[in-house]
């Protein structure tokens, strides 16, 4: 690859960093061909089309794939810059799953040549990069592999995570900086250049395994500060105290910013991420164990508060509002709403009622339980309880003339005016019942 020339760039993975990440790439000038195990997703790119919802990412792609910078397909081909983002999920005892990764690495293994540059973006346990090197020397016995040989490698090898949020991914892709981990500083060097075609962002280069314990640590940094937040609630539920004033108050510290406390964490990151630097450090981490542990005895504790609330007033109609697993995104996976809302729903049946604007139909688990989704419009006529699940505008909207006269279980906080006239400790519910 020429420096003055644009690289062909092949990302693999086409899922919600995958494609936007191909998009933008495109945007910058570079022929993409992204790569896809699904025939399905595949298809709906190469018509200038999404699979996932994405602010103004459906506009992105299908400029990109009109102008012939970017078309998909469910095999690699020759490139300059390869980019892999594939998921990393773990398994029932928390051990992180880096096949697909692997697999990634040994379906391009095939097409390399003399000066390519691979870059791995897939959140990913300490030394994955170094294992990816070793499964591609493997492979590929007459490419030189950086940190491998003493003379000058044919390719390089770097790991650069993303650090997006859902639903400004195409924004922060462009404006955040970015850790370039090299296997070698001439590897991140190489991946530095490809960035900076992009990226507006500092890139700032390391090694590859500081690059990948730094994305782990991101994402355990806010899920032990969230489980901070959780656990001051549910102390304040045991004290009879409002929460979010405490919070409010106690924010108004100069060096203390705390968190929002919800139903619990999650999404494909904060919950899962933390267990890779637990599962690679066991012992030496009991802080940030623990804070999963929080998070998660959060959901079960908003669950027990709900199922009391319901059960104490048996004639009460019941309003779940929301599913989303954070506000204002159509996104349902992994999701402590979601879960309260259906263990509510298989307890109570047809009592339940759910609020989701961004659902088009109640996920599977609803299947058979008699809940069913409704407008916010049709709850706040209809059901007696609300619970507020999910911080959407449109929830957080509803006056309090329009919910004065409910019974709230706000986990969100959305609702600081409501009248405290529910009590606040599952014991007192059980009694009031
Ligand atoms: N949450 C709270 N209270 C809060 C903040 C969040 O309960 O005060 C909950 C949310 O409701 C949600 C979960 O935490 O259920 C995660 O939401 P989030 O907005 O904190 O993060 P994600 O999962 O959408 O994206 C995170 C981001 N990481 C950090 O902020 C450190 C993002 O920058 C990463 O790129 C992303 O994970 C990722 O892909 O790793």
Redesign the pocket.
């Known amino acids: 690859m020429k420096s003055d020339t644009k690289p062909n760039v092949c990302v693999v993975g086409l899922g919600?960093?995958g494609l936007p990440t191909a998009a933008i790439i495109a945007r910058a000038g570079c022929k993409v061909l992204g790569v896809d195990v699904s025939e399905q997703v595949v298809e709906t790119i190469n018509r200038g089309e999404i699979h996932i919802e994405e602010v103004d990412l459906d506009g992105l792609v299908q400029g990109v794939v009109s102008r012939g910078l970017l078309s998909a397909a469910t095999r690699p081909e020759a490139a300059d810059v390869f980019v892999i983002a594939v998921p990393t999920p773990f398994d029932d005892n928390h051990a992180p799953d880096i096949s697909y990764v692997l697999s990634a690495g040994r379906a391009i293994a095939p097409v390399l040549k003399q000066g390519d540059v691979i870059i791995l973006e897939s959140?990913s346990p300490v030394g994955t990069t170094e294992q990816l090197r070793d499964m591609i020397c493997e492979q590929r016995p007459d490419l030189k592999c950086p940190g491998r040989t003493g003379q000058t490698p044919d390719i390089s090898i770097a790991y650069c995570?993303?650090?997006?949020?859902?639903?400004k991914i195409l924004e922060?892709l462009t404006n955040?900086d970015r850790s370039i981990g090299g296997i070698s500083p001439r590897c991140a060097r190489k991946a530095l250049a490809f960035y900076k075609r992009f990226v507006r962002g500092e890139c700032i280069t390391t090694d590859a395994r500081s690059a990948e314990m730094t994305?782990l640590v991101?994402?355990a940094?806010?899920?032990v500060?969230?489980a901070f937040?959780?656990e001051l609630s549910i102390i304040s539920d045991r004290m009879g105290l409002d929460v979010w004033e405490v919070i409010r108050l106690a924010n108004r510290h100069p060096r203390v910013n705390i968190?929002?406390?919800?139903?619990?964490?999650?999404?494909?990151?904060?919950?899962v991420?933390p267990w890779f630097i637990v599962h690679g450090a066991p012992e030496e981490s009991p802080l940030i164990r623990t804070a999963r542990g929080v998070?998660d005895g959060k959901i079960r504790h908003v669950i027990g508060h709900a199922e009391a609330l319901v059960e104490a007033h048996p004639n009460a109609r019941v309003a779940c509002l929301g599913l989303a697993?954070?506000?204002n995104?159509d996104d349902f996976r992994e999701?402590?709403a979601r879960l309260v809302a259906a263990t509510l729903a298989r307890k109570f049946g047809s009592r339940i009622q759910v609020v989701e604007p961004y659902a088009a139909e109640l996920p599977i688990e609803f299947t058979g339980t008699g809940a069913t989704l409704i407008d916010i419009d049709t709850a706040l006529e209809e059901c007696d309880i609300l619970i507020a699940l999910?911080?959407h505008d449109i929830f957080r909207v509803v006056p309090l003339a329009e919910r004065a006269d409910k019974l709230v279980y706000d986990t969100?906080g959305i609702w600081p005016d409501q009248p405290k006239a529910v009590p606040v400790l599952a014991e007192d519910l059980r009694l009031a019942g």
Do not use: W
């Open positions: 919600y960093i959140t995570p993303e650090r997006v949020l859902p639903g922060e955040n994305k991101e994402n940094y806010r899920d500060n969230i937040a959780n968190l929002q406390p919800g139903p619990g964490v999650g999404g494909h990151c904060i919950a991420d998070n697993f954070k506000a995104i999701s402590p999910v911080d969100r």
